[in-house]
Structures are given as structure tokens and as C-alpha cells.
């Protein structure tokens, strides 16, 4: 049972910042590209960000500019710094891996971050 732990949600005003960690197991960071979803509710889960080995990355136009997404190997752990927050970023935040090529992936428990004064 691969499991991918996040931490680092809460509740932050509007134009605050969190930071998301994921720490996953070595065999699986050090092959698997990381990334963060999300999902409001009422709406679909979403892609928010994701980091190659190769440490490439790719955002959600939403989130550009805002978000960053990095990948510490000596921790096998993956951050979502998320800074200039608004009440739209309101979401339960997933840790997401998966294997480039395949449908191999896996999923964390989910953090809930809430946006709101």
C-alpha cells in the first residue's frame, strides 16, 4: 500500500499563503511525476500542478504566477507553495503520483485548504 501523506492545509485569509507538503516513498518519488489537484465542492477534481524527475512543471492558468511547485529528493517530498490566495482557491488539495507513460498512479488523503476573511 503506497502511501503519499500530505500536510499543510488550514484556513488563511485572502491574500495569504500556505504551503502543501507530500511526502511520499522513495521508489515511488525518485520515478514518478508529483503533483497537486484540487476539488471544490460541487465542482470536478482539477489539475493544479505537477513536477517532472527532471523537475519540469506545469500549471493550471488560475494558479500561474501564484503557485509554485517544488521537489526536495533528499526528503522525497513534494511542496505546493501557494501565495496571493483567494476565496477561489477554496478546495480539498490532493498529492497525486503518477508513472509517465501508464495509468499507474496514487493518490493522498486530501488537505483542505479554505480561503476566507
Known amino acids: 500500500q503506497v502511501q503519499l501523506v500530505e500536510s499543510g492545509g488550514g484556513l488563511v485569509q485572502p491574500g495569504g499563503s500556505l504551503r502543501l507538503s507530500c511526502a511520499a516513498p522513495?521508489?515511488?518519488?525518485?520515478?514518478?511525476?508529483m503533483g497537486w489537484y484540487r476539488q471544490a465542492p460541487g465542482k470536478q477534481r482539477e489539475l493544479v500542478a505537477f513536477?517532472?524527475?527532471?523537475?519540469?512543471?506545469n500549471y493550471a492558468d488560475s494558479v500561474k504566477g501564484r503557485f509554485t511547485i517544488t521537489r526536495d529528493s533528499a526528503k522525497n517530498t513534494v511542496y505546493l507553495q501557494m501565495n496571493s490566495l483567494k476565496p477561489e482557491d477554496t478546495a480539498v488539495y490532493y498529492c497525486?503520483?503518477?508513472?509517465?507513460?501508464?495509468?499507474?498512479?496514487?493518490w493522498g488523503q486530501g488537505t483542505q485548504v479554505t480561503v476566507s476573511s
Open positions: 522513495g521508489r515511488i518519488f525518485s520515478v514518478y511525476r
Open positions: 513536477i517532472t524527475r527532471a523537475e519540469r512543471t
Open positions: 497525486h503520483a503518477n508513472w509517465p507513460g501508464t495509468t499507474y498512479d496514487y
